[in-house]
């Protein structure tokens, strides 16, 4: 115990010794951290967008309108009679199909209006330009080519979308930003420990003195290297409530106050995946630090 | 107490041996003078009895144990029972007299009390009860190396090593040095001393060892540091 109070003194004297080294640790791992938890952030985020819009992945059988592609739909508008067969076709599925409505023309210019409300498209865009559509609710989203088959070439139907396929394309997107995140935020946490095995090699060289003296009088290897590994964890620790505090950040004015309001129609990450991600990020930051400098001890300040 | 057996060390980038085949046995509580020419070999005898280096043959064997065989661990243990006193001193600018010598205590793990009243009977053994506050940088030479000594003694080890002890001291307060380390090998301590102190050697009249290029020359009972005639 007293051995420990006395490890602790000249870990807070060889801190403040070694400040420029110290500033320069922490703030490293708070930037590397921050980056880290970032990366890890969007991953969450994706997950939750994943989550919530997987649930609610639809076939749309888009039917012909005013607008649509003559070659789509060499008869013009959809008849009522086109409609009701089309509607049979994908009923006669049968258990494959969870759920089916129809959404008309204006029914989703409410709901383009509603997803749009802060975005000057809303102006270049009329009712009439929206196709009305059937939305199909698989049981199992993999079906998607059944459906396709049953109805892609009936009369009236001028487009089968999956949006699977279409959200598949944006997390992919999203995946590939993550990846650059993670590996920037990967060759940062390399810069940290290289950092700080640095710092703990010229500290264990400015303090040869100390340690040969204690070597000498037969201080044994852990009280000689528990000080420069304490100040290590305790440089990563502040560093590491840093990158924590930009997290929360993050959480609060980006996400909560910024994204979220402008992007109503999709789920943000929560403050459970935050506070995760806080606590991984914290335990890499520390973890990392406190071994590089306990191997970084272990090698120059031999017996 | 300490025994050599056929004892040679050659360093890694050296091709001349720095001691070789050394056979050697002290007695607890001996007072040993080891003498020779620089680069002769005198502390890397010393070095061999601290554990800092390893014998390239032959055995060193301290209080019937093999030092070459103690486990890497287990060294700073074995350490504890050396005290070792250098010429440079080797004490630590920032604490004062006090704390210099409490030091070898807290880092081994004593208690408190026993730190207090250990480092005070040090440093009246020494003479320096009344510059305990002052710092290593407001001491004389001849005053750091009895900090130093009362450091190498707190822990009343058995065995003090000094490697030329006196080297940067004037002769007054070399004999001054002398007169307290035999003091303490009167305590029954016993005290191996590297020199090229000529003066202090003839003076003292203890048993001498002489090293030339790392071969044993000489181990005169009550020696003196040439030859005498
Ligand atoms: N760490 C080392 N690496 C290589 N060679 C060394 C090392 N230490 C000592 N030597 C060599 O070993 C030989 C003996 O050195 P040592 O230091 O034991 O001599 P010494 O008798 O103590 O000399 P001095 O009186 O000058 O202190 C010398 O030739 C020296 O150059
Ligand atoms: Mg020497």
Redesign the pocket.
């Known amino acids: 115990m007293r051995r420990l109070m006395l490890a602790l003194a000249e870990m807070w004297h060889g801190l403040r010794r070694n400040l420029t080294m110290t500033i320069a640790v922490i703030l490293t791992v708070a930037i590397s951290l921050t980056l880290f938890g970032t990366g890890l952030l969007v991953r969450a985020q994706v997950d939750a967008m994943k989550d919530y819009w997987y649930d609610r992945v639809e076939v749309s059988v888009f039917l012909c309108g005013k607008a649509s592609d003559p070659k789509a739909c060499p008869g013009g508008p959809v008849t009522d009679a086109q409609r009701a067969e089309i509607k049979a076709k994908i009923v006669a599925l049968g258990p494959k199909v969870q759920d089916v409505y129809y959404e008309s023309s204006q029914q989703a210019y409410d709901h383009f209006k509603q997803q749009f409300k802060n975005s000057p498209i809303l102006n270049n865009v009329t009712a009439d330009a929206l196709p009305e559509s059937f939305r199909v609710k698989l049981a199992n989203p993999e079906d998607f080519a059944q459906v396709a088959a049953a109805v892609a070439t009936s009369p009236g139907v001028e487009q089968v979308q999956d949006q699977r396929k279409l959200l598949e394309k944006f997390f992919k997107l999203l995946g590939g930003l993550q990846a650059i995140a993670l590996g920037i935020a990967i060759a940062m946490l390399l810069v940290t420990v290289l950092l700080v095995v640095n710092t703990m090699r010229v500290a264990a060289y400015s303090r040869r003195n100390a340690t040969g003296i204690m070597k000498l009088v037969g201080a044994s290897n852990f009280y000689i290297r528990l000080p420069f590994v304490l100040e290590a964890v305790v440089a990563a620790g502040i560093g590491g409530l840093l990158a924590v505090g930009a997290l929360a950040a993050e959480k609060v004015f980006l996400v909560d106050q910024i994204l979220q309001p402008a992007f109503r129609f999709t789920a943000f990450v929560g403050w459970q995946a935050v506070v995760e991600v806080m606590i991984i990020v914290f335990l890499t930051g520390v973890i990392l630090a406190g071994g590089a400098a306990w191997l970084t001890v272990r090698r120059y300040l031999r017996v | 107490m300490i025994r050599f057996e056929g004892v040679s060390k050659s360093?890694?980038?050296?091709n001349?041996a720095?001691?070789t085949d050394i056979d050697l046995s002290i007695d607890g509580g001996e007072f040993v003078f080891l003498v020779?020419?620089?680069?002769?070999?005198?502390?890397?005898?010393?070095?061999l009895l601290l554990c800092e280096?390893k014998a390239t043959s032959g055995k060193v064997i301290v209080n019937d144990k093999d030092v070459a065989k103690i486990r890497r661990w287990k060294v700073p243990a074995y350490r504890r029972q050396i005290g070792a006193v250098f010429q440079d001193f080797r004490l630590l600018p920032e604490k004062n007299v006090e704390q210099n010598v409490a030091f070898a205590l807290e880092v081994i793990g004593e208690p408190r009390a026993k730190v207090k009243t250990a480092v005070a009977d040090a440093l009246e053994i020494v003479g320096l009860a009344d510059l305990s506050q002052r710092r290593p940088g407001q001491l004389s030479g001849g005053e750091q190396q009895r900090v130093a000594i009362a450091r190498a003694f707190v822990n009343k080890p058995p065995l003090i090593i000094a490697?030329?002890p006196t080297g940067n001291l004037d002769p007054t307060t070399s004999l001054d040095i002398m007169r307290l380390l035999d003091r303490i090998n009167r305590t029954g301590t016993t005290v191996i001393m590297?020199t090229?102190d000529a003066a202090v050697v003839d003076q003292m009249r203890k048993r001498v060892v002489e090293?030339d290029a790392?071969r044993m020359v000489r181990d005169q009972v009550r020696g003196v540091y040439g030859y005498a005639g």
């Open positions: 360093y890694a980038r050296k001349a720095a001691l020779g020419a620089s680069g002769s070999g005198k502390s890397t005898f010393l070095r280096e490697d030329e590297a090229h090293l790392g």
